[in-house]
């Protein structure tokens, strides 16, 4: 699983991440079958237990183990942000500060288990307590290396002080009403910051203080694709969408646009996201693909 390969059973049958979470496979074995509130990240939800399985892991998901983490503890190469950006893998912590998001996209590796809306309605955690929440459960899983055969001694030692961290991995981080507050958290302790967005919040992109690198999903280049893709609960999703490629191109500071393509769904419209490239001009053009197969309920 550390490599990218499969896992157990449990990650086959239920979708549980082996080793780095093998807690949380207890953790939802003992939940009750009854329904029930949970706090996850930012949010509490109510739920099902049909649904509390991904749920439980999402509260304990703040950091993110990558895959190429040991490779790094032993000496290796990282993640594609070490290859660009220099940033290591060991020192990244992988958060996010809201579960909840304004999309419902197709290709959305969470399986639309995470809350949506166009707005905050949820109980809000404190900036101050998720940041501590993120470097305790950061330091915590870089312990569980000790002791692993190859790991060197100084990448544990180096990985106890986070320096960057990655502010996507699931929702809409620019939705969490104290993001100012919490990124400057972050940069007070030197902890440099990449935040994505999906481009439905341009008000909140205008408005953010600089991040280290401000990214925005480009999903498609029409606006009929953008719906089949991301299927948005704006009505006004396409001028929120505009308005924020904009908005992306006013900020002084290093941008990004991140371009998933999907076989058969958005990978054919190459002249329209040359057409929104200039009118974002971002600095940077990160293009990853997904596997055909996608979720669409």
């Avoid at 190459?270 to 974002?280: H, T």
Wanted: charged residues 20%; hydrophobic residues 40%.
């Amino acid at each position: 699983m550390l490599r990218g390969g499969g896992g157990c059973y449990k990650h086959a049958f239920s979708s549980c991440w082996c080793m780095c979470c093998y807690s949380r496979c207890c953790a939802v074995a003992a939940a009750a079958t009854s329904t029930r509130s949970h706090r996850v990240g930012a949010c509490v939800v109510t739920v099902d237990a049909a649904r509390s399985r991904r749920l439980l892991q999402a509260r304990v998901l703040i950091v993110l183990m990558r895959v190429l983490l040991q490779s790094m503890l032993r000496g290796g190469g990282g993640c594609y942000k070490h290859a660009f950006y220099g940033i290591e893998s060991h020192r990244c912590m992988e958060a996010t500060p809201s579960l909840a998001c304004a999309n419902k996209c197709v290709f959305c590796w969470r399986h639309h288990t995470n809350p949506v809306g166009t707005e905050w309605r949820w109980l809000m955690d404190e900036p101050e307590f998720i940041l501590q929440g993120a470097l305790d459960n950061h330091c915590k899983m870089i312990k569980e290396f000790r002791g692993v055969p190859g790991v060197l001694p100084g990448r544990l030692i180096e990985g106890a002080t986070p320096q960057h961290c990655a502010l996507s991995l699931v929702g809409e981080p620019i939705m969490y009403p104290r993001i100012r507050k919490f990124v400057q958290l972050l940069h007070s302790r030197h902890i440099s910051t990449f935040l994505v967005t999906n481009a439905q919040f341009p008000d909140a992109i205008r408005s953010i203080d600089p991040v280290t690198q401000l990214y925005v999903s480009v999903d498609a280049s029409s606006k009929e694709t953008l719906k089949k893709v991301d299927r948005p609960l704006f009505r006004d999703f396409w001028q929120r969408f505009l308005d924020s490629l904009q908005a992306l191109a006013d900020k002084r500071q290093r941008t990004v646009f991140r371009l998933t393509i999907v076989k058969s769904w958005n990978a054919d419209e190459i002249q329209g996201y040359a057409d929104l490239v200039e009118i974002g001009k971002p600095e940077f053009i990160e293009i990853k693909a997904t596997r055909s197969r996608v979720t669409a309920r």
